[in-house]
Every structure is written in structure tokens, then in C-alpha cells.
């Protein structure tokens, strides 16, 4: 009998590895796809079969799989330390780290608190953002606010401020209560109004809120330009600036979820960038490691730090993960950097981005696709009328054809690795439209 087939490892995936998102039952239908190495763009599976990543597995690589650049600086570190704890210890690639991103914002956010996952860093910005009120003496600012559509991570304190129902529903009491704004999002705009329109009018409802209840407030929390999980909803950088002034007048934090918008993926480094603010904490995560180790970080102002700086303990941010700020995911992080830095990688993806946009137009023409849109790295239609498994069988029918795209309901998105070259990018944008047409023909 032939060993470890394709089938085998299916087979043997499902009988003892619980998926995440995922409604298991649906496996009997919907191809688990067993990958077997990645190079590039590509994953390969068992029979040899190749899968261009077209989400970057689930947007975290960033410079393609098994990296030489990346992988080198891995083993370097595997064989120099491959982790301390960060409590009474410190280490060169997390100092490293933190001086670099610090020079990013112009040492705006200059001091770095580490995570694992993007959901940490979540639920540390919040809880950063309510004990500094608190050592400030302002312990009734206890509330926050996120948008409609909003996704900040699934665990209990992230769900809270997280307004998809699909993820939140379930565990309704288990959530403390939050207030939820108009989302921004420009495919909402009336005839005749802008996205600059729609960034005015949302502003105006957080400023309805801040005036009603600023004072028990702690933070409001945004993903800057693209709330991704809701569907890739665009919004005008306007908004941010907004935001931003309402926040300082209302003496409100403002938190930045770059989780997924960070590390150029919008077309700037950071994505507020694009409207010149910075925020009170910024999350990062996903690319930050370019899609290698489990890496998240808050980065925040001196005001707030200095907050928690005292002789007394319990003043102090007393939050640890295990793995905080560990050697090799920090490694990972500087090679990122790295290769932000020698490649102008924000440049080369100008370039790479006009040709997928242009590419795509067939699509963004089509009769069926409605609201075809692009900022930066990030492309996303919404099929008229799609059928509620239009997801599904779009997945089932893109990996027939080399792909790997994960549609967000009705919205098909790519947000592919910076590391496509022409032939890649052609492809992608022809196979897209082939899948679309054949899913859509039912
Ligand atoms: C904007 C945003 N915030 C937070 C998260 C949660 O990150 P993680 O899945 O690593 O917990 C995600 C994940 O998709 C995200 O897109």
C-alpha cells in the first residue's frame, strides 16, 4: 500500500484536528487541502498539485513561502537563542524590534508590548487603554466603542468590540456590551455622495456618541482604510483624521487594529498614514513576522506609558503570554524589515498593483460584480446576487483552478504575497474570472 497519500493525511486530519472557522460537517463536501511544502506564492500538496496563495494564508505572508532571506535569519537565531522569558530578561531581537518600529512612526509609538496572536494584542490595547484612564484617576471611562462591521479576534474580550454576527452571536452573554458606530464604508455612500461624504456622516455619529457619553469612554477602536473580515469595506482616509480630532477634543484613546492592514499592505507602511494621524495604541500582527511565527504587538505614546510608570505594582501592566516577544518571531519580524528596507517593496508594489488592477478589469466590468475596489495590496468585488454557498463552491472551484481564494460571503477578495511576478499576476486575475464564471453558472 502506497504510504502517506493525499487521501491518508484527509482522512487522518479529520478524524483528529478540529479546524479552525470552520463548520466541520462540511468537510464532507468542501476539499480539505492537505499541503505538503510551500516556495513562493505556492503551496504544493501531496500529489503535487500547486495552489497560488492568493490571501496569503489568511494575510499574513507577506514575501512569499520559505523565504531564503527569512529562513536564514531563522536559522541564525534557532542556533543563537530560540527564546527567553521577556520578564526580568531582554534580548537583541526584540530590542531591535522595538527601535525599529518606534523610528517607523517617528517615535510617535515608542514603546512595544508583545503577543502572540492578533486577538492578544486586541485585548492588551484594551485593557492598556482602561488602566491608564484608571491610574489617571479617571476609572469611569470603562466603555468602547467599535464600528459597524467591525472584526477585532475572537477571543471574549476582542468578540466584545468585534460586530460581525456570524462570530458573535453565539456568545451574546458572554460579551460585555459595547457601543457600536456607523461604519464608514464608501459602497454605502447614497447617489451623488463621496467616500469623503461617508467619512463626514460616520464621523458625526461617533461625535454624537462622544458628546452623549465621552466622559465614560475609554477608547474607540478602528481598522484603519479596510475593515477586512466584514467584507473588505473600504473606507476614505478622512475618516481617520476626523476620528482622530473628535478623540482629542473628547479626550477619548483612539486604537488602530492594523492587524491586517499593516506592514504595507495598504500601500503605506502603516495604513494611517494615508490620513497623517497616529493613533493612542496601534495592534500589529500577521505580517509583521512576514507569516512565519505567531507575532503581535501594541505599540504606544510616552503619555501612556508614563502612565503606568510608579512605584506601586499594581499601577503597573501586569500581562504576560508565555511566549511574549519571543527570539525567533522577533527575528522573523527584523528579516521583514529587512526586505521593507533593501527591496522599496512599497514601490515594487505600486507597480505590481497597477497591473493586477488593470488584469482585473474584466471583472470589475462584469455584470454580475458590483463594487469593485482596491486600496494598496488588497482587491475585493461583491457577486450580485450570490447564493448563500457561494463561498463554498468559489473555494472548491478556485483550487480546480490553482488558486487559493476564500470568499467573505458574497465578496471575493485577493490579498496576495508582495512577491508575484507578471506571469503570476496575469494568471491570478484570469483564473479569478474563470472561477468567477463557473460559479456563477451554477
Ligand atoms: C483586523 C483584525 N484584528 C484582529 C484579528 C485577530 O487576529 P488573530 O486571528 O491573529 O487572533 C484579525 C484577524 O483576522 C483582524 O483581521
Known sequence: MELNKQSDWVARSLRSVWHPCTQMQHHETVPLIPVKSGKGAWLVDHEGRRYLDAISSWWVNLFGHANPRINAALKDQLDTLEHAMLAGFTHEPVIELSEKLSALTGHVLGHTFYASDGASAVEIALKMSFHSWRNNGKSGKQEFVCLKGSYHGETIGALAVTDVALFKDAYGPLLRASQ???????????????????????????????????????????????????????????????????????????ILDEIAVGCGRTGTFFACEQAGVWPDFLC??????????????????????QSFYS?????????????????????????????????????????????????????????????????????????????????????????????????????????????????????????????FNQVMAG
Request: charged share 25%; with cysteine.
Open 180 to 254: 457600536t458606530v456607523m461604519s464608514p464604508d464608501a459602497r454605502n455612500a447614497a447617489e451623488g455622495e463621496t467616500a469623503e461624504d461617508m467619512a463626514r456622516k460616520a464621523a458625526a455619529d461617533v461625535e454624537r456618541l462622544f458628546l452623549e457619553r465621552a466622559d465614560k469612554i475609554a477608547a474607540i477602536i478602528i481598522e484603519p482604510l479596510v475593515q477586512c473580515a466584514t467584507g473588505m469595506a473600504m473606507h476614505d482616509p478622512l475618516y481617520l483624521k476626523l476620528v482622530r480630532e473628535l478623540c482629542d477634543r473628547h479626550s477619548v484613546h483612539l
Open 284 to 305: 500589529l500582527s500577521k505580517g509583521i513576522s512576514g507569516g512565519y511565527l505567531p507575532l503581535s504587538l501594541v505599540m504606544t505614546r510616552d503619555e501612556i506609558y
Open 311 to 435: 512605584n506601586d505594582v499594581t499601577r503597573g501592566f501586569l500581562h504576560s503570554h508565555s511566549y511574549t516577544g519571543n527570539p525567533l518571531a522577533c527575528r522573523a519580524a527584523l528579516a521583514t524589515l529587512q526586505i521593507f528596507e533593501e527591496d522599496d517593496v512599497l514601490a515594487a508594489n505600486r507597480v505590481k498593483a497597477a497591473r493586477l488592477t488593470a488584469a482585473l478589469q474584466p471583472l470589475a466590468q462584469h455584470q454580475q460584480v458590483r463594487h469593485f475596489r482596491q486600496r494598496g495590496m488588497i482587491w475585493a468585488f461583491d457577486a450580485i446576487d450570490a447564493t448563500p454557498d457561494f463561498s463554498r463552491r468559489f473555494f472548491a472551484t478556485a483550487v480546480e483552478h490553482e488558486l487559493l481564494m476564500r470568499p467573505i460571503g458574497s465578496t471575493v477578495y485577493m490579498m496576495p504575497p508582495y512577491i508575484l511576478n507578471d506571469e503570476e499576476i496575469d494568471g491570478l486575475a484570469a483564473n479569478t474570472l474563470a472561477v
